[in-house]
Structures are given as C-alpha cells and as structure tokens.
C-alpha cells in the first residue's frame, strides 16, 4: 500500500508544479506590461515626428493617382491587374475600378 501511496503524492506534487508554472505564464506579461507613471517634473515621452520624405519614395509620384499614371510604371501596373483594371459586370473579382481601391489608402 506504501507503493501506491507515493505515486498519488508524486502526482500530485507534479499537478501543483504545473499549476503553479502555469500562473507563472500567466502573470509575467500582465506584471511585465504594467507602466510606472514618470517621476514629477519629469517630461512625458518624446512626441513622434513626421519626417519629409525622401527623394527616393517619391521617385514615381506623391499620391497613388500619380504613381499609377507615371509613364514608366502606367502599362505594367494595368498589367497586373488585368480584368479587374476596369472591371464589367460578371467579369474579376473587383466591385470598382482597381484605382479607386489604390486612392483609399
């Protein structure tokens, strides 16, 4: 009877190892993400900055209207899209024009 007696308390002591490793789990990211408030007369976090844009993103236009109509990119973006360019009913899988969805975002 001794045998069986310390397998159920070997299972259990495991059975509370687990349990606790998994509050272990749980917990570290909630304590982890908590946010100290600065100290007084301390300034808050720096304000994010837009910077101007480099030469290099704007090579082939500042808005898709004009990245889409730029000469050397004008046919293979047509291209690409297809049917769904300017589509009809019944025919890609677009509801508008593929520039409009472009414009959006």
């Known amino acids: 009877m001794a045998i069986a007696h310390e397998g159920v308390g070997e299972g259990s002591v495991r059975h ?41 993103a704007v090579a082939y236009g500042r808005s898709a209207g004009e990245v889409l109509e730029n000469p050397q990119l004008r046919d293979k973006v047509r291209a690409l899209f297809g049917a769904d360019w300017a589509p009809t009913p019944g025919v890609g899988r677009l509801t508008a024009p593929a520039p409009l969805y472009f414009e959006r975002g």
């Open 16 to 56: 509370s190892l687990l349990r606790g490793a998994l509050a272990c789990l749980l917990l570290t990211p909630v304590a982890g993400g908590c946010v100290v408030p600065p100290p007084p007369g301390s300034s808050g976090p720096p304000v994010a900055e837009v910077l101007p844009a480099d030469a290099r």
